[in-house]
């Protein structure tokens, strides 16, 4: 079993910053990718950003420039900085990880709970 716990989300004015952390725990032999999606009301979830094994992220255009991924492997977390913040930003963040349980196993993803941000203008 595997858990994701996320935390920092919260009320902002636009403009403003916030940081994101989310921190795997369980049953995890590596970890082959974290990063966070996001889902507005009436929307779809959406990628927001995601970070590879290798350290290489991949950004949703929306965030490019505003949004910076991070990963500490040591200690399975992974953290979204967020800068600029607009209020169509607001949305529940959901941490995503991509973990095998042993060496040459299969891939499984897992999901956070999920943190309300919310960009006042």
């Known amino acids: 079993q595997v858990q994701l716990v996320e935390f920092g989300g919260g009320l902002v004015q636009a403009g403003g910053s916030l940081r994101l952390s989310c921190a795997a725990s369980?049953?995890?032999?590596?970890?082959?990718?974290m990063g966070w999606y996001r889902q507005a009301p009436g929307k779809q979830r959406e990628l927001v950003a995601t970070m590879a094994s290798g350290d290489s992220s991949n950004y949703a255009d929306s965030v490019k420039g505003r949004f910076t991924i991070s990963r500490d492997n040591a200690k399975n977390t992974v953290y979204l900085q967020m800068s600029s913040l607009k209020p169509e930003d607001t949305a529940v963040y959901y941490c995503h990880a991509l973990i095998t349980y042993r060496t040459g196993g299969p891939t499984y993803q897992w999901w956070g709970q999920g943190t309300q941000v919310t960009v006042s203008s």
């Open positions: 369980g049953n995890i032999f590596s970890i082959n990718a």
